[in-house]
Structures are given as structure tokens and as C-alpha cells.
């Protein structure tokens, strides 16, 4: 298994921009796939994008073109880019790791868009 730990987060105002980072506490070579869920309150968990090993990249809808996933097996981290922030990206963003030994989660960061 591996533990994975979300930093980046904050309150940032609307328009800008900020990274999330996803460290792991081991190499990731061996993760398939990384990905980004956010939960807003109230909300379930929804998926926001996702990595593959291989760097095969997929988005929902909703954050195509203002969200970039990228992963750095070098250092051992994941990273969300987001631009152009919006109120409704308000949310505890948490970073997932699936790979042969099953899944696991980060402890999420919060991200709050408001001026």
C-alpha cells in the first residue's frame, strides 16, 4: 500500500488559480491509475480527473479545459492544476491511487473560492 498526502489547498479568490499536490509516501511506479475526487458539502464524492501509469489522461465534462492532471513518478506525486476558479469549485479535494493491491485516499484539502 502506499499513503497518499494532499497539500496545495486554501481560499483563493474567484478567477485565480492554484495546484494541488498528492504526495505518496513510496515510488508510484506501480500505481495504474492516479486520480482527483472533490466533495462538496452536501455533495457526494465526485470524480474530477484521472492519470494512468501509461499518462493516459480523462476529465468529466464539467472541468475540461480549466483543470490539468498531471504526475511526476520521479518525485512520487500527482498534481491538479485548476485556473479561472469558481464558487462552485468549492470543495475537500482528495487524491485516489489504484493499482494491483487495491485503493486508497488522501485525507483531502480543502479548497475555498470566495472573495
Known amino acids: 500500500q502506499v499513503q497518499l498526502v494532499e497539500s496545495g489547498g486554501g481560499l483563493v479568490q474567484p478567477g485565480g488559480s492554484l495546484r494541488l499536490s498528492c504526495a505518496a509516501s513510496r515510488s508510484i511506479f506501480d500505481i495504474d491509475t492516479m486520480g482527483w475526487y472533490r466533495q462538496a458539502p452536501g455533495n457526494q464524492r465526485e470524480l474530477v480527473a484521472t492519470?494512468?501509469?501509461?499518462?493516459?489522461?480523462n476529465y468529466v465534462d464539467s472541468t475540461k479545459g480549466r483543470f490539468t492532471i498531471s504526475r511526476d513518478n520521479a518525485k512520487n506525486t500527482g498534481y491538479l492544476q485548476i485556473n479561472s476558479l469558481k464558487p462552485e469549485d468549492t470543495a475537500v479535494y482528495y487524491c485516489?491511487?489504484?493499482?494491483?493491491?487495491?485503493?486508497?485516499w488522501g485525507q483531502g484539502a480543502q479548497v475555498t473560492v470566495s472573495s
Open positions: 492519470i494512468t501509469r501509461g499518462g493516459t489522461i
Open positions: 485516489n491511487a489504484q493499482a494491483d493491491w487495491g485503493r486508497t
